[in-house]
C-alpha cells in the first residue's frame, strides 16, 4: 500500500488530522480552494485562520489542484463542512484512485436531502456506502493540534477499511477504536452539536449546572431514540461519538456550537453570531434537519424542537425553556431508546 494520503480539506478539523498523519509519518497532501492558504501552509507551516499560533508538521504538503493530492493516494479523508461535502465529492469524483479508501470526518448531514454524509459521498463517487469510513468522536481541532491524549471511533461496513483507517491515525496520543455502526457514528456526530448549542444557551442565560447535566441527559436521550428510529445501535450513543462526544462539545469553550448557543443565549441575534464565528457552526443546519427527522419519523425530540423555534422563528430561549419544563409528567423509562431497539431486532 502506497504511505500517501490525501486530505480535503484545510479548515480546522482538516489540517489536525493531516498533522496527525503527517507524525505518523505519513506522505500527507492536503488540499485547499485557496492560494494563500497553500502557500502559507507549504512555506510557513502553519495554517493561522483556522489554527493560529500552532506549528504543523514541515513534512505536510499542501496544493490547490485535487489532482495532485489525490493521485496515488492510498485513502482520501474528507474533513469538509457538511454544506460543501457534494460540491467537493463531485470535484474527486474526476480525479480519486479506484483503490483507494474514503475516510470522512465531517459532522453532519444535507440538510435539503437529509442524507448522512456516507451517502451524499456514494452517490457521488460512486461508491457503495458500506464501504465508506466515518471518524468521529471527542476530538477539538485544537487539542489534536496540540497532542493532548484523545480518542476517537472510525466505523464502516467494511472491518478491513475501518481497520486500515485505524492504522493510518493511529499513535501515541491519538488513540483509535473500531465500531460497526457507521450509522450510529455518524447521526451521534451530527446529532451532538445541537444539544451542544443548547447547553451554551443555557450558560448565556446564566443557568447553572443543574441545568446543564439536564440538557446533556434530556439530549442523548432524544438523539438516541432518533438514532434507533433510523437504525442506529443504541450501544453506540453510549459510547465515544455519543456521549464522549456530548461532553465534550457541550462543556467545551473551544466548540463552535458551544459558544454560538452561548451568544444567543445573552440575546443576540443569529446572524450576528454566525458572522462573528467565521468557521462552520455545524449544530445550526442540524437543528433544521433533526426538526424535519423529528416530524418524519415521529420521534418526540424536545430540545431539537425548540432550539429549532429558537433559531428559526424567533422564539424567546426564556420561553423555549419554559415550554421544555413544563411538558406532561413523563416515567423515565417510556423516553429511553432500548425498547424499541429491542422491539426491532429480537
Ligand atoms: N474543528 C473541529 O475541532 C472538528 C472536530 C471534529 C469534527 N469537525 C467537523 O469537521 C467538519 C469541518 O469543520 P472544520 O472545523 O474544519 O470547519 P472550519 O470552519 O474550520 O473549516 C472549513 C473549511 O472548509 C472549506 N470550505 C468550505 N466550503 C468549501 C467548498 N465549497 N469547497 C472547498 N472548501 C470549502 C473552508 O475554506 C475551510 O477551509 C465539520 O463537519 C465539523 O463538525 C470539526
Ligand atoms: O467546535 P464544534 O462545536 O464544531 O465541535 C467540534 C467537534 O465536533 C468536537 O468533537
Same mark, same amino acid.
Given at each position: 500500500m502506497s504511505d500517501k494520503v490525501a486530505v480535503l480539506v484545510a479548515g480546522s478539523w482538516g489540517t489536525a488530522l493531516a498533522n496527525v498523519l503527517a507524525a505518523n509519518e505519513l506522505d500527507v497532501h492536503i488540499w485547499s480552494r485557496s492560494p494563500e492558504q497553500v502557500l502559507e501552509i507549504n512555506?510557513?507551516? %502553519?495554517n493561522s485562520r483556522y489554527l493560529p499560533g500552532m506549528a504543523l508538521s514541515s513534512h505536510l504538503k499542501a496544493t490547490a489542484d485535487m489532482k495532485e493530492a489525490v493521485t496515488g493516494a492510498a485513502a482520501v479523508l474528507i474533513a469538509a463542512p457538511s454544506s460543501a461535502m457534494r460540491e467537493v465529492c463531485r470535484q474527486l469524483k474526476t480525479c480519486i484512485e479506484e483503490d483507494s479508501i474514503v475516510i470522512h470526518a465531517t459532522k453532519g448531514?444535507? %440538510?435539503?436531502?437529509?442524507?448522512?454524509m456516507s451517502t451524499v459521498i456514494s452517490e457521488e463517487i460512486s461508491r457503495n456506502e458500506s464501504s465508506i469510513v466515518v471518524l468521529s468522536g471527542p476530538s477539538h481541532a485544537e487539542e489534536v493540534i496540540r497532542q493532548c491524549p484523545t480518542t476517537v471511533v472510525v466505523a464502516s461496513g467494511d472491518q478491513k477499511a475501518a481497520e486500515t483507517a485505524q492504522d493510518l491515525f493511529m499513535n501515541a496520543y491519538f488513540r483509535v477504536y473500531t465500531n460497526r455502526d457507521m450509522i450510529g457514528v455518524e447521526l451521534a456526530g451530527a446529532l451532538k452539536n445541537i444539544i451542544a448549542l443548547g447547553a451554551g444557551m443555557s450558560d448565556g442565560l446564566g443557568f447553572g449546572d443543574n441545568a446543564k447535566a439536564a440538557l446533556l441527559t434530556r439530549g442523548l436521550a432524544e438523539i438516541s431514540r432518533i438514532g434507533v428510529e433510523m437504525g442506529a445501535n443504541p450501544l453506540t450513543f453510549a459510547g465515544l461519538a455519543g456521549v464522549g462526544d456530548l461532553v465534550v462539545t457541550a462543556t467545551s469553550k473551544h466548540s463552535r456550537n458551544w459558544r454560538a448557543g452561548f451568544m444567543l443565549g445573552e440575546g443576540k441575534p443569529l446572524d450576528e453570531v454566525l458572522s462573528s464565528m467565521?468557521?462552520?457552526?455545524e449544530g445550526i443546519r442540524t437543528t433544521k434537519a433533526a426538526y424535519a427527522f423529528s416530524e418524519k419519523f415521529g420521534v418526540q425530540m424536545p430540545i431539537a424542537n425548540q432550539l429549532y423555534h429558537v433559531l428559526?422563528?424567533?422564539?424567546d430561549p426564556r420561553n423555549a425553556v419554559e415550554a421544555l419544563m413544563g411538558r406532561n409528567p413523563k416515567t423515565e423509562m417510556e423516553t429511553m431508546p432500548l425498547q424499541t431497539w429491542e422491539q426491532w431486532h429480537t
Amino acid at each position: 500500500m502506497s504511505d500517501k494520503v490525501a486530505v480535503l480539506v484545510a479548515g480546522s478539523w482538516g489540517t489536525a488530522l493531516a498533522n496527525v498523519l503527517a507524525a505518523n509519518e505519513l506522505d500527507v497532501h492536503i488540499w485547499s480552494r485557496s492560494p494563500e492558504q497553500v502557500l502559507e501552509i507549504n512555506e510557513q507551516h %502553519t495554517n493561522s485562520r483556522y489554527l493560529p499560533g500552532m506549528a504543523l508538521s514541515s513534512h505536510l504538503k499542501a496544493t490547490a489542484d485535487m489532482k495532485e493530492a489525490v493521485t496515488g493516494a492510498a485513502a482520501v479523508l474528507i474533513a469538509a463542512p457538511s454544506s460543501a461535502m457534494r460540491e467537493v465529492c463531485r470535484q474527486l469524483k474526476t480525479c480519486i484512485e479506484e483503490d483507494s479508501i474514503v475516510i470522512h470526518a465531517t459532522k453532519g448531514f444535507e %440538510t435539503e436531502s437529509l442524507k448522512r454524509m456516507s451517502t451524499v459521498i456514494s452517490e457521488e463517487i460512486s461508491r457503495n456506502e458500506s464501504s465508506i469510513v466515518v471518524l468521529s468522536g471527542p476530538s477539538h481541532a485544537e487539542e489534536v493540534i496540540r497532542q493532548c491524549p484523545t480518542t476517537v471511533v472510525v466505523a464502516s461496513g467494511d472491518q478491513k477499511a475501518a481497520e486500515t483507517a485505524q492504522d493510518l491515525f493511529m499513535n501515541a496520543y491519538f488513540r483509535v477504536y473500531t465500531n460497526r455502526d457507521m450509522i450510529g457514528v455518524e447521526l451521534a456526530g451530527a446529532l451532538k452539536n445541537i444539544i451542544a448549542l443548547g447547553a451554551g444557551m443555557s450558560d448565556g442565560l446564566g443557568f447553572g449546572d443543574n441545568a446543564k447535566a439536564a440538557l446533556l441527559t434530556r439530549g442523548l436521550a432524544e438523539i438516541s431514540r432518533i438514532g434507533v428510529e433510523m437504525g442506529a445501535n443504541p450501544l453506540t450513543f453510549a459510547g465515544l461519538a455519543g456521549v464522549g462526544d456530548l461532553v465534550v462539545t457541550a462543556t467545551s469553550k473551544h466548540s463552535r456550537n458551544w459558544r454560538a448557543g452561548f451568544m444567543l443565549g445573552e440575546g443576540k441575534p443569529l446572524d450576528e453570531v454566525l458572522s462573528s464565528m467565521g468557521m462552520v457552526v455545524e449544530g445550526i443546519r442540524t437543528t433544521k434537519a433533526a426538526y424535519a427527522f423529528s416530524e418524519k419519523f415521529g420521534v418526540q425530540m424536545p430540545i431539537a424542537n425548540q432550539l429549532y423555534h429558537v433559531l428559526f422563528e424567533q422564539r424567546d430561549p426564556r420561553n423555549a425553556v419554559e415550554a421544555l419544563m413544563g411538558r406532561n409528567p413523563k416515567t423515565e423509562m417510556e423516553t429511553m431508546p432500548l425498547q424499541t431497539w429491542e422491539q426491532w431486532h429480537t
